[in-house]
């Protein structure tokens, strides 16, 4: 609540006296707004407040205080936050009686609380979307890590059968390898098979092997 004020005005006595410092008005202005006074007598001062007006009100709130002729104040201001910037939501006159400004004052405390819940259900709704959005990422992500778990473990099972079966394909070459040096070596060591025409002593040994084949060789 902006009060502007001048000296010059016929009005600024009794709504300063009896308006705006009756019990009721200071109680709930008190209790409802941030109230700031200032005095426009002063050129300078008027200068001064129409900047700062342009500034953080925009251009038509401080185009009214300029053209404000001294017998039209005093004057009050009614600014509200909303969103993200100030707006000028009533210009109460001074010429209002008691009752009629507390109207005012009650009617734009209600409208600003109601856009309040308003903003703040917004806000709580907000919330909600991104703690489900959130909590959606999270398992987003805890799906994934998962998938990674279970995949980095069968790539890790595919692994060591990999190298099971690596390991078993080299045992069997070790033993084929084992097998082969004893064939070799027992080949080695046989002597060789007597002829038909051989006078010593011979002996025929008939094998018979596992699958049916019959081996037959001549010894000394």
């Not at 185009?63 to 509200?80: E, G, H």
């Not at 010429?95 to 209600?110: G, P």
């Amino acid at each position: 609540a902006i009060y502007l004020h001048h000296d010059g005005s016929i009005l600024s006595n009794v709504f300063c006296s009896q308006i705006v410092c009756s019990d009721s008005v200071v109680k709930y202005l008190s209790n409802n707004f941030v109230t700031w006074a200032w005095d426009l007598t002063l050129e300078a001062n008027s200068t001064r407040i129409i900047s700062l007006a342009n500034r953080h009100f925009g251009s038509i709130a401080s185009t009214q205080i300029r053209n404000f002729k001294s017998d039209q104040l005093p004057v009050m201001y009614i600014i509200s936050r909303s969103r993200s910037s100030n707006e000028v939501v009533d210009v109460i006159r001074g010429s209002l009686t008691l009752d009629e400004l507390m109207t005012r004052l009650i009617h734009v405390t209600e409208v600003f609380n109601t856009q309040l819940q308003g903003e703040i259900q917004e806000e709580n709704e907000r919330e909600a979307r991104e703690q489900i959005r959130f909590e959606q990422e999270a398992a987003f992500q805890e799906s994934l890590a998962a998938d990674k778990a279970k995949a980095e473990a069968l790539q890790k099972e595919r692994e060591e059968e990999m190298k099971k079966q690596a390991e078993e394909h080299r045992q069997r070459l070790e033993e084929e390898q084992k097998r082969e040096a004893l064939k070799l070596s027992a080949e080695q060591q046989m002597p060789e098979e007597p002829g038909e025409d051989c006078k010593d002593p011979v002996t025929m040994l008939r094998i018979r092997t596992p699958d049916g084949e019959t081996l037959t060789r001549r010894f000394l």
